[in-house]
């Protein structure tokens, strides 16, 4: 998979920063595990990001963020495309998941994502340090709340948001479809607080949105994006 202005794509069993697409599309990374990198345009999997994306407005914005609700929304977007079935809702990890995803290692353009040894430790801090952000944005403005926010509650709502696109980017825990989730779960803040889904899942905003998501992977630094969401989300009321 290419992302936008990132450089070579993800490269798991391969040198680090090997343009993938210099081998062929069915490559394995190991016996039984072919490489994950075409993208696929499809009308049904537009559809498929258009049902969870429904499935987010309707209730799951009610829901606590957790691991198992993204799984699931990476499990419906990507059934029936995924080269491998190992790689539907699964994280990557040393041993501790699906065969295809022990020791697969990310790099996007010459950013390697988390370790495979650490990114379960690190998604299981990502949902508590995400639940204890929201926990406290909602203590001075709760969400369902008939008043409208002000200026300073819209800004926390939009760095919170930021943050956890951010983040999800940083870690990379899926072996494709991190940018989807990650926009899925900005999207989550923004109207679980009672705005629209301001990020397109697909195609990616345009720049500087990934100029935005290379800082937040590259440095963990999210302030780029939050202006990337103040102007998506500005764009999305006029």
């Not at 069993?13 to 595990?33: I, L």
């Not at 923004?190 to 937040?216: E, V």
Request: aromatic fraction near 10%; proline fraction near 8%.
């Amino acid at each position: 998979m290419m992302l936008k202005d990132w450089g070579p794509s993800k490269c798991p069993g391969v040198k680090r920063g090997v343009n993938s697409y210099t081998r062929p599309m069915d490559a394995e990374w190991k016996p039984g595990c072919p490489e994950w990198i075409a993208e696929n345009g499809s009308p049904i999997a537009e559809q498929k990001r258009r049902r969870v994306l429904e499935r987010l407005v309707r209730s799951d914005h009610t829901k606590p963020p957790s691991a198992e609700l993204v799984k699931s929304w990476h499990k419906e977007m990507f059934q029936g495309i995924a080269p491998q079935g190992d790689y539907l809702g699964q994280f990557r990890d040393k041993d501790r998941t699906s065969y295809c995803l022990q020791d697969y290692e990310v790099v996007v353009g010459d950013i390697p994502g988390t370790d495979s040894s650490r990114v379960l430790l690190e998604v299981e801090a990502f949902f508590r340090d995400f639940n204890l952000r929201l926990n406290t944005l909602e203590s001075s403005f709760p969400s369902g709340s008939i008043r409208p926010p002000t200026l300073n509650e819209v800004s926390e709502i939009i760095k919170l948001a930021a943050w956890a696109h951010g983040e999800w980017v940083r870690i990379h825990p899926f072996a494709n479809g991190n940018g989807r989730a990650a926009r899925l779960l900005a999207n989550y803040v923004l109207i679980r607080f009672g705005f629209g889904p301001a990020l397109t899942i697909r195609p990616r905003p345009d720049q500087p949105y990934g100029k935005a998501a290379r800082a937040s992977m590259k440095e963990g630094d999210h302030t780029l994006m939050e202006t990337v969401i103040w102007h998506l989300l500005a764009e999305s009321y006029k």
